[in-house]
């Protein structure tokens, strides 16, 4: 049963818009939530974080909601660039962390 | 250069062949991991090591073990490769001593093909 769930394989958002990426877990005892990039024959790169502590984190273009009553976390990007499309994988746990399947997003030009 | 180097980068080889993919760091961490990534499944731990003496199973090691011969190197071993561990497998590492210690950084992967 997967712990960690990413439910849109896909997202296509236009240049400058918002993009909204989705993560729902299961484990209420996870204490970090992540999101990776990755590009096609690379490996993922770190994104973005937040401690089950708060509810946001923000980092330039890149915020990260999390929402632990309905164990759920998202990810925006406010603007979108053509740059930004590549497979999110969301992750969560201590240390060692279960990813979720991804979503590839694309954002056109 | 790359802080986390994996070889080799593809590999293809036969059902029952012996076969280790090798993963070395400059980046002084303590800690390794390695993970395989299938269509629609994301990336799953196969196992992981916090230091030099230190081995843990992760989610799916069977089929698989693993040697940290130092603190910069962590083998993966298939005993006798089979079809379904065609995948592709990506080294990371953390370092528990930094603020961010969650964070952990990736290698380019390894693409496995098993005949």
């Known amino acids: 049963d997967q712990q960690v769930k990413q439910n849109s394989p896909s997202l296509s958002v236009q240049e400058g818009r918002i993009s909204i990426l989705n993560c729902d877990y299961t484990n209420s005892m996870f204490d970090y939530f992540l999101w990776y990039k990755k590009y096609p024959a690379e490996g993922p790169t770190f994104l973005i974080s937040?401690?089950?502590?708060?509810d946001k984190n923000e980092d330039g273009r890149f915020t990260v909601f999390l929402n632990k009553s309905a164990k759920h976390l998202s990810l925006h990007i406010v603007p979108s660039q053509p740059g930004d499309s590549a497979v999110y994988f969301c992750?969560?746990?201590?240390?060692?962390?279960?990813f979720g399947t991804g979503t590839r997003l694309k954002v056109l030009a | 250069d790359a802080d986390v180097t994996q070889t080799p980068r593809n590999r293809i080889t036969k059902t029952g062949k012996r076969i280790m993919l090798e993963c070395s760091q400059t980046?002084?961490?303590?800690?390794m991991y390695w993970y395989r990534q299938d269509p629609g499944l994301g990336l799953r731990l196969i196992y992981y090591?916090?230091?030099?003496?230190?081995?843990n199973k992760g989610e799916i090691s069977d089929g698989y073990s693993v040697s940290r011969q130092a603190q910069a190197k962590f083998s993966l071993s298939l005993e006798s490769a089979i079809p379904n561990q065609t995948a592709l497998y990506f080294c990371?590492?953390?370092?528990?001593?930094?603020?961010?210690?969650?964070?952990?950084?990736f290698g380019p992967g390894t693409r496995l093909l098993v005949l």
């Open positions: 090591s916090f230091d030099v003496k230190d081995i």
């Open positions: 980046k002084g961490h303590d800690r």
């Open positions: 937040i401690s089950s502590i708060k």
């Open positions: 992750a969560a746990g201590t240390y060692k962390y279960i």
């Open positions: 990371a590492t953390s370092d528990k001593d930094t603020p961010n210690q969650e964070t952990q950084y």
